[in-house]
């Protein structure tokens, strides 16, 4: 669910769509227009950063994502950051490390990082060192003249060294680096946040599409401890029915790999019978969850609920608790927006992104967009949706293919015999469900914002 919204949201609210317009095809000219439509109006893009300026685009808001690096020296967007916690080990590492390196705004540009993909190895990997070693806003010395205590040399925290006896490139890339003749070491510049003055760029938003943040008593406890609740914040959490949220990343973690036991109900009983062991009280009558105080429900959730990690099942599915916490730590309601993974599967693409411009503010330029329905539809319905089927049927006509569009779901999935390994048992089933309806009940009594 997060990655469908995360790919939705990066296509409706990149800049280059919010900060373009609509013109007729005498008018327009360039790289920067769209296919014609029968109508004759086509989309006129803003694809390059200086359009992205309050000048030119005024103060329209769109997302501006995170970049990631990889050992190549090329750029994209980021969709998660683990920095908070949720079983990322990015915390003790600061500041420096989650804002990365400094990069010009052209990095954010899609064409521009197209062209850094095509350059020559030899380039990129050379600016991914002059990137680490550069001297850095912060300081008056480079970073390799001042040290951690002054002296000697350091590296970026955001900056790993790469053992190029170790690392592989991408195929078309591989043969261009002699391994013989060729320093053994480089450097990799792995991350870089936005730094834009709010005067010049004030529409652009930076998400996090960081999944584990709800449910990691870490999570909250650094972000609360560091820049408390940010009342422009916007929280927006992709919900399905606990035993849905139990088996479906069961089989998504058997589907990676990352599972070990023979079935989910091994694993939900020793949680169940820990959330027991934690406070007897409220895990035989859950219900009195709703009688307590903030402090009570930061304290509890704070000592039974764990740290985020894929591996709790059964706590991660809770979220009850989990919500309560994040308003007893200073978010308010009108601040959280939950989007049921089912209701996903059913909005048009208009519709979602209605809502989504309504409540973060992003705006939404349905001109622009309407102009290329049927790519719109691809990113923002899901794949079964009545606008994606008949656009695959077309597809399918004219290239006789029979690939069905994909899906980015782990429900089917029955690799590894997930799908019988992802049944509970009677008893845990019993169990779990019965915590699970009163969970649900609380939740829904919270009267928080639902699309």
């Known amino acids: 669910g997060t990655t469908f919204l995360w790919r939705c949201m990066q296509y409706a609210f990149h800049p280059e769509r919010v900060c373009g317009s609509v013109a007729d095809r005498a008018g327009c000219e360039g790289g920067r227009c769209g296919k014609q439509?029968?109508?004759?109006?086509?989309a006129v893009y803003a694809p390059l950063a200086a359009d992205w300026s309050r000048s030119a685009c005024g103060s329209r808001r769109y997302l501006l994502p995170g970049l990631a690096g990889n050992v190549q020296g090329h750029w994209d967007y980021r969709k998660e950051w683990f920095f908070y916690g949720g079983g990322g080990a990015a915390w003790p590492k600061g500041w420096e490390d989650y804002a990365g390196v400094e990069l010009p705004l052209c990095y954010w540009e899609r064409?521009?990082?197209r062209l850094l993909r095509v350059r020559p190895l030899a380039d990129t990997l050379a600016h991914s060192r002059a990137l680490c070693s550069s001297a850095q806003p912060s300081g008056e010395k480079p970073w390799w003249q001042r040290g951690p205590r002054g002296g000697g040399p350091c590296t970026h925290r955001a900056c790993l060294p790469l053992d190029m006896r170790k690392i592989r490139f991408g195929p078309e890339f591989d043969g261009e680096y002699d391994r013989e003749t060729s320093p053994r070491w480089q450097v990799q510049a792995t991350k870089a946040l936005p730094r834009l003055d709010p005067s010049e760029h004030p529409g652009a938003v930076v998400p996090d599409f960081t999944p584990n943040y709800l449910c990691s008593v870490k999570s909250?406890?650094?972000?609360?401890?560091?820049?408390?609740?940010?009342?422009?914040?916007?929280?927006?959490?992709?919900?399905?029915?606990?035993?849905?949220?139990?088996?479906s990343s069961y089989k998504m973690f058997v589907q990676w790999g990352w599972v070990r036991s023979a079935n989910l109900s091994s694993d939900v009983m020793p949680q169940l019978r820990r959330l027991r062991r934690c406070n007897p009280r409220l895990y035989d009558s859950p219900?009195?969850?709703?009688?307590?105080?903030?402090?009570q429900v930061l304290r509890y959730f704070e000592s039974c609920w764990g740290d985020g990690v894929w591996r709790n099942f059964v706590t991660n599915s809770l979220h009850y608790v989990c919500l309560r916490a994040w308003i007893a730590a200073g978010f308010s309601r009108e601040q959280l927006l939950l989007l049921s993974s089912e209701k996903l599967r059913t909005l048009q693409a208009h519709e979602l992104v209605d809502a989504l411009a309504n409540f973060t503010g992003l705006h939404h330029n349905a001109p622009l967009l309407a102009t290329r329905r049927e790519e719109f539809n691809a990113q923002c319905e899901a794949p079964d949706s009545a606008a994606n089927r008949a656009a695959w049927l077309r597809r399918r006509q004219r290239s006789k293919s029979s690939k069905a569009p994909l899906v980015n779901t782990h429900r089917d999935f029955n690799g590894s015999n997930a799908q019988v390994r992802s049944?509970?048992?009677?008893?845990?089933?019993a169990e779990f469900t019965r915590l699970a309806d009163a969970h649900e009940a609380l939740l829904a009594g919270l009267g928080l914002r639902e699309v």
Do not use: K
């Open 37 to 42: 439509r029968r109508s004759g109006r086509v």
């Open 423 to 429: 049944r509970l048992d009677t008893n845990a089933l």
């Open 220 to 247: 909250l406890r650094n972000l609360r401890l560091s820049v408390g609740a940010p009342r422009h914040w916007r929280l927006l959490l992709v919900m399905r029915t606990p035993l849905d949220a139990l088996t």
């Open 111 to 113: 064409e521009y990082q």
């Open 287 to 295: 219900e009195l969850l709703g009688s307590l105080s903030d402090e």
